[in-house]
């Protein structure tokens, strides 16, 4: 007998696999790691300033409930953890913390076309369920939206956009295949690098925060003036719903994240194959920031990698197919790969690269066995 899953127990099965990520894991029993390992500091703090990095754990941590202002108008999770822990707290998610956006384009024969209700992002229920204020009957397409890891955030966030512009070659004028290109959001002083999001919808950590404490958690925030999250719904909790102590104490939580570790391999041997093949092009090893160089194997810029029947999403400035790159730090513990999840293993996210990415991926096929063991025992390290 075949079997079928109905609307009904995919639903249930999603509130299973919720269950673990909503488990406490922060208490004031919790050690704080060492500073620059998994989930700790990014630095040495003094002794004021790691009160506030544990209360803003805390704050991450924190399950919000429903007179606090909790999913209005919708909601992912009940907590910044439920999506960001694995493999710590902080970190990236695994596939059942998957959103899904919706659009229309045809078919698969174009062009996108954004419905009304914008491009919800939805963990639980599909966009066009009866009863939903964005439900559209017209929505044909449904990508996924793997969870990204925080880890290093502030460091990124400390990269200046010159940095990432002098690395743009939208129009390929050096002639290696490869077109990156910033992209560029007002937020109403001027315009800003997006180093954050899949998109780079979102220029900075606190921006970034701001738009998943409202979006993923329904939560209204104060306004700093820059666009991002929601500063009133209709829940009846007075507004700003979550108070500025805990905003704070969130914010530079997320601003001093430690980057992930290497593992300490000796790999020499397959980073030099890494740049010779042209993985380095796109995923730069390290951007100079504001206290030093930033290893974070990226160039913050938008590059299309995926074959020509690929069907996604498109924002202003970032069209279909197109997606920042996405750090490798930390690679050997964030699985699945890709934007979508797709990807079940480093070596099948390397095989999976087109476009932009093809002399890269082609080159990699033209390695020996030996060879292609030294570049994935260099990914491993990462």
């Not at 002083?189 to 925060?209: A, C, H, N, R, Y």
């Not at 829940?235 to 997320?254: H, K, R, S, T, V």
Request: aromatic share 8%; with cysteine; net charge negative.
């Amino acid at each position: 007998m075949k079997n079928v899953l109905t609307p009904a127990l995919l639903f249930f099965f999603a509130l299973v696999l919720m269950v673990p990520a909503m488990a406490e894991i922060i208490d004031d029993d919790t050690p704080v790691p060492p500073v620059g390992d998994w989930g700790g500091p990014d630095r040495v703090l003094t002794d004021v300033e790691l009160e506030q990095w544990i209360r803003g754990r805390k704050v991450f941590d924190k399950d919000w409930r429903q007179f606090e202002g909790l999913g209005t108008p919708d909601m992912n999770a009940d907590s910044c953890r439920a999506c960001h822990q694995q493999p710590v707290i902080g970190a990236g998610g695994a596939l059942d913390t998957n959103v899904t956006q919706f659009g229309n384009d045809n078919g698969g024969a174009g062009p996108f076309t954004e419905l009304p209700g914008g491009l919800v992002a939805s963990k639980l229920r599909r966009p066009d369920t009866p009863g939903r204020e964005d439900a559209d009957p017209a929505a044909d397409l449904f990508e996924q939206r793997q969870t990204p890891s925080l880890l290093g955030a502030g460091l990124i966030d400390g990269i200046a956009d010159s940095v990432i512009l002098a690395n743009e070659d939208p129009l390929d004028n050096n002639g290696d295949g490869v077109r990156g290109v910033a992209r560029l959001i007002d937020t109403g002083s001027g315009l800003e690098v997006g180093k954050f999001g899949w998109k780079g919808q979102i220029p900075t950590v606190s921006d970034f925060v701001r738009d998943a404490v409202s979006n993923e958690l329904g939560l209204t925030v104060f306004d700093d003036g820059r666009g991002f999250g929601l500063l009133t719904d209709a829940d009846g909790i007075a507004d700003p719903e979550m108070p500025i102590q805990e905003y704070e104490d969130l914010i530079f939580y997320n601003q001093h994240l430690a980057a992930p570790p290497r593992a300490g391999g000796a790999v020499a041997e397959g980073e030099a194959l890494f740049t010779s093949i042209g993985c380095a092009t796109c995923h730069i090893p390290e951007l100079p920031g504001v206290n030093g160089p930033v290893p974070l194997y990226s160039d913050l810029l938008l590059h299309d990698i995926h074959d020509v029947d690929f069907r996604g999403t498109a924002e202003p400035d970032a069209p279909v197919g197109m997606y920042r790159t996405p750090p490798l730090w930390g690679l050997r513990e964030s699985a699945p790969y890709l934007h979508d999840g797709r990807a079940t293993t480093i070596q099948a996210a390397i095989e999976q690269h087109f476009d932009e990415a093809e002399n890269s991926r082609l080159n990699y096929e033209a390695l020996t066995a030996s060879e292609r063991e030294q570049l994935l025992l260099f990914l491993q390290d990462l």
